[in-house]
């Protein structure tokens, strides 16, 4: 691989910084070393901080990301400070995770991705949100997403 892929990134290896938005944070992406090759790329977010739009108090979420990349990658970097700049983001959860599903869309313009959110409860009652562009590409290996629903104590 030619270092050129990687020559206008401009977070890997910086300060990291969390942008105090959403809408200022900046996800990179870089041509797809094996853009002739379908498979799925998966990010796990079990951290994930937001606040309630009304109350303004925390909400704490699981994330799970799944897509088949086409022509081009997002750089993991980027995309951690662009999910930590939902740390006082005022919105609901559905909100935020397709809103986090249409970012990575417009960023990267995959062939197929998934996103499942795993919210915590809010009120006595979890909200899970999952969006999908369509059918997943068919020959690749997409395994579930593996988090429980959620069972509180019981």
């Given at each position: 691989?030619?270092k050129?892929?990687?020559e206008n990134l401009?977070?890997?290896?910086g300060g990291g910084e969390?942008?105090?938005?959403?809408?200022?944070?900046?996800?990179e992406?870089?041509?797809?070393?094996q853009a002739?090759?379908?498979?799925?790329?998966?990010f796990?977010?079990?951290?994930?901080?937001?606040l309630c739009?009304?109350?303004?108090?925390?909400?704490?979420?699981?994330?799970?990301i799944d897509?088949?990349?086409d022509?081009?990658?997002v750089?993991?970097?980027?995309l951690?400070l662009?999910?930590?700049?939902?740390?006082?983001?005022?919105?609901?959860?559905?909100?935020?995770t397709?809103?986090?599903?249409?970012?990575l869309?417009?960023?990267i313009?995959?062939?197929?991705?998934?996103?499942?959110?795993?919210?915590?409860?809010?009120?006595?009652?979890p909200?899970?949100?999952?969006y999908?562009?369509?059918?997943?590409?068919?020959?690749?290996?997409?395994?579930?997403q593996?988090?429980?629903?959620y069972?509180?104590?019981?």
């Amino acid at each position: 691989m030619s270092k050129t892929i990687y020559e206008n990134l401009t977070q890997l290896g910086g300060g990291g910084e969390v942008p105090e938005s959403p809408d200022d944070a900046v996800l990179e992406a870089v041509p797809n070393p094996q853009a002739r090759t379908d498979y799925l790329v998966r990010f796990s977010a079990p951290e994930f901080t937001s606040l309630c739009p009304v109350t303004g108090q925390p909400d704490f979420a699981h994330f799970v990301i799944d897509y088949v990349p086409d022509e081009l990658i997002v750089e993991s970097k980027s995309l951690k400070l662009f999910l930590g700049s939902f740390r006082n983001h005022a919105a609901f959860h559905e909100d935020c995770t397709v809103g986090i599903a249409r970012r990575l869309i417009d960023t990267i313009a995959p062939a197929w991705l998934r996103i499942g959110g795993y919210w915590y409860p809010r009120g006595g009652i979890p909200i899970d949100v999952f969006y999908q562009t369509g059918e997943a590409p068919a020959g690749v290996w997409i395994p579930e997403q593996g988090v429980a629903g959620y069972r509180g104590r019981g």
